[in-house]
C-alpha cells in the first residue's frame, strides 16, 4: 500500500525545542494479517528529518540553525485494529542518504558527520477514513545517537539518567501519513470477470 505523508521534526540534543523542521515521507508498505484484530506492516520509505531554528532580529536573536536528514527508512510496525481506529508500535531502521547543516556562521556539512544509520522506535494512533483509505499519526524517537557529542562539546546533567542516556544527537519526529490498500483480487473474483 503506498503512504505519503509530512514531518515535523527536532534533534534531541542540538539545545534548539520544537518541531520546527518540516519535511516529506513517502514510500509503499505490504500489510499482513497475522489474526482478526493484529496486522504486521513492514515497508521502505523516504523519509526527511532534521531541526531548524531561524533567527529573530526583533529580539536581537541572529541564531540560526537548520540540519536536514535524508533517509532511506524500513519501518516494521504491529498494528492492533479496532472497527475504525488503529493502534500501532514498532521500530524502524534507517540509512542515511545525505544530510545538509547550516547556522549564522555559514555551511557546516560534512565538519562533524552524522551516522550512516538511524535505529528509532515509532507509536502511532490512526484511523479508516474509507474502506482503502487511513490516516496515522506516528511519533518516532531514535533510540542510538545519530551523531554523538565529541571532545569537549558533550553537555553535563546533573541527572544520572540524563547522563547515561544523553549521548549526542537523536531523532524526535512526528509524522502525518496517509495509506491507500490495494488488495489484489482473489483468483475466483478474476476467473468470474
Known sequence: MPALGLTASQIHGDNYAGYNKLGFMGGLMIEAKLNKVLDADFGI???QKGSRRNQNPEKFDYRFYYVNL?????????KYNTKRVFLTIGG???YLINYVEESEIGNLTGMFPFQKYDYSVNVGMGMNIMPKLAFELRCSNSFMTTRPFGG???PYYNNILARTFNKGYYNNV???LFTYKITPKKKSESAQN
Open 45 to 47: 520509505t523516504f523519509i
Open 70 to 78: 535524508n533517509y532511506v527508512e524500513v519501518p516494521l510496525m504491529l
Open 92 to 94: 524502524a531502521f534507517a
Open 152 to 154: 569537549n562539546f558533550a
Open 174 to 176: 512526528l509524522q502525518m
